[in-house]
């Protein structure tokens, strides 16, 4: 009995060895890929990305990363646009997130630097590039302002403006309202907006001609839907604003860029220089370009004023995430098939299959905060607010 008792004992240790065994090589198969590590302190030159010794950007880290790799992101405002190198796998998706308990923001601005000079009374201007023509944004201690308008928006919130009501107009040629006072040509070059017909969605033009004697703007398009159905069409009592003429920057939380000379001109809330602000301007529409990738997945990082570009992409999973300002155009009219090829208006965007965003807060977006198209996409338990803005009717 005794040697039968010694024989049950040893095959119980053999089996329990066994089983061990396979739990450390599950585990083992669990942790394939590497860890690469990313920090505002490392150097993307001398750095390993090891926690001790991090790269700088997490371009870096997706420029080298391969199925089962993750990267983690110490605290900090990473200014860039990640454009992962190669898709995860069924087994060993590509990770990004943030390292626990920090906080991690992928900004598509980039601090003003240059000097600020007085221009006329309240506002101020400095020299600088902004180069994203209709996507261009301007923040003061992150907060979206407002390019010069008229009527004023008093408090320059963008989901309350203050709009001029046409007494007659036509589609796409003329809008006349008896409010127009300046003299001729006054309001050449400037973007109008407006509600048509139903008034459904807000679209935008550029005014080409402006005659004091008739009050009558003559403008043209920027986009398909200027030119359309009868229920588009700008007539008598359609809303409207018109904006970006350094004239208009009479007020606060206002700005106009002079693209030829390449000055900005702000008006900051308060009064004084905004030298003692923290101003940011646009630089890049999309934090992360996932695009044609599959089994990518994304977690526990903000975005500020940038978006991401899921065309194409499958299989990825955005969570546990925080954005604002996702998008923003001064042209508000663009067709779905505009948006789609620029991927500049889609907030959020996954045009593909088996993707899914949960568990996300998204708020303000000119457009579109979440958009998908395509098989088996999921958008689960997210917090979307003050979507939208512009108007627009899209998806």
Not at 9 to 30: F, N
Not at 292 to 309: H, M, T
């Amino acid at each position: 009995m005794k040697n039968r008792s010694k024989s049950y004992g040893i095959v119980l240790l053999a089996g329990v060895l066994c089983l061990l065994g396979l739990m450390l090589a599950d585990r083992s198969a669990e942790a394939a890929g590497n860890t690469y590590y990313v920090a505002t302190t490392g150097n993307d030159t001398t750095g390993n990305g090891t926690i001790g010794n991090p790269w700088r950007t997490i371009q870096k880290a997706a420029s080298l990363m391969a199925a089962g790799d993750t990267c983690i992101i110490r605290a900090g405002t990473y200014r860039e646009t990640v454009t992962p190198a190669n898709s995860g796998t069924a087994g060993n998706p590509i990770t990004f997130k943030a390292y626990t308990g920090e906080t991690v923001t992928i900004n598509g601005t980039d601090p003003v630097t240059s000097g600020w000079t007085a221009y006329s009374g309240s506002i101020y201007r400095t020299s600088i590039n902004m180069p994203m023509g209709e996507y261009n944004q301007v923040f003061v201690d992150n907060s979206m302002q407002l390019w010069a308008q008229w009527p004023n928006d008093s408090d320059g919130d963008p989901f309350t403006l203050e709009i001029k009501r046409a007494d007659s107009g036509s589609d796409p040629s003329h809008l006349v309202d008896a409010d127009l006072t300046q003299a001729d040509d006054y309001w050449n070059g400037a973007k109008l907006y407006f509600a048509g017909g139903s008034q459904w969605f807000w679209q935008s033009a550029t005014v080409t001609d402006f005659e004091a004697a008739t009050d009558k703007l003559t403008f043209a398009g920027d986009a398909p839907y200027l030119s359309g159905a009868s229920y588009l069409d700008l007539g008598g009592n359609n809303p409207y604003y018109l904006a970006g003429k350094l004239s208009l920057l009479d007020t606060a939380k206002e700005w106009y860029y002079d693209s030829a000379n390449q000055y900005l001109y702000l008006w900051i809330g308060g009064g004084g220089s905004p030298a003692s602000h923290t101003v940011e301007v646009k630089k890049r529409n999309l934090a992360f370009d996932l695009q044609g990738k599959s089994y990518i997945a994304i977690q526990d990082v903000s975005l500020f004023a940038a978006a991401i570009n899921g065309q194409g992409a499958s299989h990825t999973t955005v969570k546990h995430i925080t954005a604002k300002y996702l998008n923003h155009s001064s042209n508000i009219n663009l067709g779905d098939d505009a948006f789609i090829s620029n991927s500049k208006g889609l907030g959020i965007n996954f045009i593909g299959d088996d993707n899914e965003i949960r568990d996300s807060d998204l708020e303000y977006s000119g457009f579109s905060s979440i958009y998908t198209r395509g098989k088996n996409n999921r958008i689960v338990n997210n917090y979307v607010k003050k979507s939208t803005y512009h108007g627009w009717r899209g998806g």
